[in-house]
């Protein structure tokens, strides 16, 4: 008993085979028509500390001031040059979520669209947000939150994170709602995040299995269609149920992505690769100049001149060709690359170069 007990915990220890990784649908999967929309809204962020926009170089912000005060009953003569020191132009954004009501409070971004040197301590004066369409969906106001702080003083500067935007939590207050198409009709759609025909067929069957026959069928690789109760109540538990069926996570097609403007890449465990050969060197370029002056003869008038003298050196390092054995899973093409001991920079070539001779079985996306 005690070596039975003993052999069956190395065995678990090593590896025994465990249950494929199961996901929800509600983590691969989203009604269709049930969406967030974006708010956009002209503004102005008031009692700045003197850094606010240079209204002589931003005319919009002191037009906006003379705008929002003739509201207020304020009209100021057409010829006034006012300088606002403490206030800045803003442009704000929020995202009004789906079912939103009217009286619901969102979160909104204040960025500054002029030259203010910081917002910090401003408060956002009412402004209107206002959908694609045109129309006003919802009102912000409040104190901005700033995560950051800078001085300065006699020509030296210290600043830490960013200064020109901010954020107010609740800043804004939903006046409007947006129509869904959520409990119109005999069915509901699922759109996947991702396009995949056995995602969407592993979808339908769960549902299917736990719902009952024909209550779900894939349309296509990202569009499953559910038949779902008429009663609204009905129907937001039937949704509820169908969010929480877990089913078998399927292995995503094989990517590698490539960002050049930071040298990061990142592939999934899908990418293989097959046998090649490798020879990569460095050619480095090195520029050094040094000052030289020339000074003229006594008694001949003229002047000191100083001139460079630039030298140019070109060395490359030499590249042995490295034999790349076939790469089955994620973990050996990883050691691999790393055997090479190239940069990230130099990583991008390679795998460039490695796809095109065939010996890769992934897509290159550049980002």
């Not at 198409?181 to 759609?189: N, R, Y």
């Not at 026959?213 to 008429?230: E, H, K, M, Q, W």
């Not at 292995?251 to 890449?265: D, E, K, Q």
């Not at 990569?280 to 090195?286: A, D």
Request: with cysteine.
């Amino acid at each position: 008993m005690v070596w039975s007990s003993l052999l069956l915990a190395g065995l678990a220890w090593l590896g025994w085979p465990q249950d494929a990784h199961a996901i929800r649908i509600k983590e691969i999967a989203a009604v269709q028509g049930v969406r967030t929309n974006q708010l956009t809204g002209f503004g102005l962020v008031v009692g700045l500390d003197g850094t606010g926009d240079q209204t002589t170089q931003m005319p919009y912000t002191s037009q906006g001031m003379s705008n929002y005060l003739q509201q207020l009953g304020l009209n100021l003569p057409a010829d006034a040059k006012v300088q606002l020191k403490n206030v800045a132009a803003v442009l704000v954004t929020a995202q009004l979520p789906a079912f939103a009501q009217p009286g619901q409070m969102i979160d909104v971004t204040v960025s500054s669209m002029g030259n203010a040197k910081s917002l910090r301590g401003g408060t956002l004066i009412t402004t209107p947000l206002k959908g694609a369409d045109g129309e006003i969906y919802a009102l912000a106001q409040g104190n901005l939150l700033v995560g950051g702080a800078g001085a300065s003083a006699g020509g030296s500067k210290v600043q830490i994170n960013h200064l020109s935007a901010g954020r107010i939590p609740s800043g804004a207050q939903v006046e409007r709602s947006v129509p869904t198409a959520f409990a119109l009709g005999d069915t509901i759609d699922l759109g996947l995040n991702s396009s995949d025909f056995l995602t969407a067929s592993r979808v339908a069957e769960a549902v299917n299995a736990k719902m009952g026959a024909g209550t779900a069928s894939a349309v296509d690789g990202r569009v499953v269609r559910l038949r779902a109760p008429a009663n609204p109540d009905a129907r937001v538990n039937f949704l509820a149920e169908v969010e929480e069926l877990q089913l078998e996570a399927t292995i995503p097609a094989a990517r590698v992505i490539i960002n050049t403007r930071t040298g990061s890449i990142v592939m999934n465990q899908a990418v293989t690769l097959g046998s090649c050969a490798v020879a990569h060197g460095n050619l480095s370029v090195t520029i050094s100049s040094t000052p030289v002056i020339s000074q003229p003869n006594p008694l001949s008038r003229g002047e000191t001149v100083v001139a460079e003298k630039a030298d140019i050196k070109i060395s490359q390092d030499s590249g042995a060709i490295i034999q790349m054995d076939a790469a089955p899973q994620l973990s050996d093409l990883v050691r691999m690359l790393n055997g090479l001991g190239a940069t990230p920079q130099d990583l991008l070539a390679i795998l460039q170069a490695i796809k095109a001779a065939g010996a890769m079985n992934a897509e290159l996306e550049v980002i």
